[in-house]
């Protein structure tokens, strides 16, 4: 079968090279060309033009050997003499001189012809036809063999280009979770190293990564494409279509089951914007749902619906008209509006105000997951105060007067290595739920609030509290996967705090 597969393929093609005899052909078929340098080489193919398949077909059945095989190269050819050597040229013992094409797929028919003893020219007329026509039938029947392996190959889900060595593994992930862990992955081979006891979704935010889809699937896990439509896809409603088919082809082609939906823009006070964004959802939806079935359509929004970083959408619409929602739970000092000192990242109560929040607005706990952070914020201090009161730069955002641009993101596999080395050691701030750190900087105080275990298994019990659909993080990168012993129970440590018992 692989036999006639490549030969199909070499069909498809539709090129197949011939040489041109200037020198002189032997019995065996060997043909020397003429000497055409090429990157320095003494010869080159440029002595031969290319033939398509369905010339050669035409004749193969005419020339002077009809089909031979070279078992050494495992390629069949054929000899003929070109109408312009014909004539005076035989008469002169010149029958040699002719032009040796491969030819497509089979077994050997026949080798080691002798070109003095098997000359068309010499046959009686009967013998030719007669010879031409099984020709003939020879060639319809592979080429018919060819169609049935074809046909075969594709229904057998071969050359569909799935990347798994098991075909099952390419079909869309169908299975329904009770509990999902979301988790955003953007890139590497950390997922390696996932608990996959645990996840239920990858979001694929870096380079497509064939080995982690069928890993993946073999574990009965969702990969989901990345979405991120433009103000000009949203905005024009052929754009918006468009858009929307180019994702769901590329989530076909790629073997994937669905798509994360995530805005970078504005729609404050802009009912029109609100409106469209809503659509765009939903007709997404409508299509991976028709198009691949038991795929996922989810959608990010921000820790709470009150228009944070100008994300105001109809979120109850936007909610009914998907999967479910990812609420971001962490950048919540995106703006601080009171005294400038730094902040937790995600501070408990302020995390559980805004699942309350989108509650009250109708939608169903079962359409939210909790985001969490694997990751810190470190701030430069202007000024240090007892109980951890770090004055920060004041840099405004959004009309506030300070904001966390104040800091920098700080994964937390760095913060594990620099927590025991720090000025104070791992602190808890009871009132916030949450751990910091003091270090000093070029003689500069720094302040790093971060999540670990403790606080994310306090905030994951917001999960059983108003009974939400799952968790998940940014991102499962943020994680050290060595095997030094301490790591190693850290890492385990920050996966099992999303389930908690």
Partial sequence: ??????????????????????????????????????????????????????????????????????????????????????????????????????????????????????????????????????????????????????????????????????????????????????????????????????????AAFGPYDPELLCYAHANQVRVVLRGVPTYKDIMDRNHQRKWINHRVNSVKRQFMDGINLDLKFSAENN????????????????????????????????????????????????ANSCDFLFVMSYDMQSQIWDICFSKPNAPYYQTLSGYSAYINLGIDSRKLVLGVPWYGYDYTCRQLFEGGRCVLEKIASRSAPCSGAAGRQVPYKEIVQHVHKSITGRYWDDEQKAPYYICMVNNTYHLVWYDDPQSISIKSTIMKKLRLRGIGMWNGNMLNYSDDHFIVKQTEDMWNALCPL
């Fill in 271 to 318: 009912s029109a914007i609100k409106l469209l964004i809503t659509d765009l959802v939903a007709e997404t939806t409508k299509k991976f749902h028709i198009l691949i079935p038991g795929s996922q359509v989810t959608f990010n929004v921000p820790w709470s619906p009150d228009c944070i970083d100008g994300r105001c959408y109809d979120f109850l619409r936007i």
């Fill in 1 to 202: 079968m692989g036999r006639y597969t490549l030969g199909f393929r070499g069909m498809r093609d539709d090129l197949i090279e011939t040489y041109k005899i200037l020198k002189g052909l032997d019995k065996a078929g060997r043909c020397a060309l003429p000497k055409i340098p090429f990157r320095g080489a003494p010869c080159s193919d440029a002595a031969g033009h290319q033939v398509p398949d369905k010339e050669i077909i035409q004749q193969v059945h005419k020339s002077i050997t009809g089909r031979s095989w070279d078992d050494d190269q495992k390629a069949p050819y054929y000899i003929y003499m070109p109408e312009s050597l014909k004539g005076p040229h035989e008469r002169h013992g010149q029958r040699n001189r002719g032009h040796r094409l491969p030819s497509l797929t089979g077994q050997p028919l026949k080798s080691g012809i002798d070109l003095r003893t098997e000359v068309p020219s010499q046959q009686p007329q009967a013998a030719r036809i007669q010879r031409a026509q099984a020709e003939r039938m020879r060639w319809s029947l592979e080429l018919a063999q060819a169609l049935v392996v074809l046909v075969l190959w594709i229904c057998s889900g071969s050359g569909t280009g799935c990347p798994c060595s098991d075909r099952a593994l390419c079909e869309p992930v169908t299975v329904e979770h009770e509990f999902e862990v979301f988790v955003f992955d953007v890139g590497g081979k950390d997922w390696k190293y996932y608990d996959w006891f645990k996840v239920t979704t990858i």
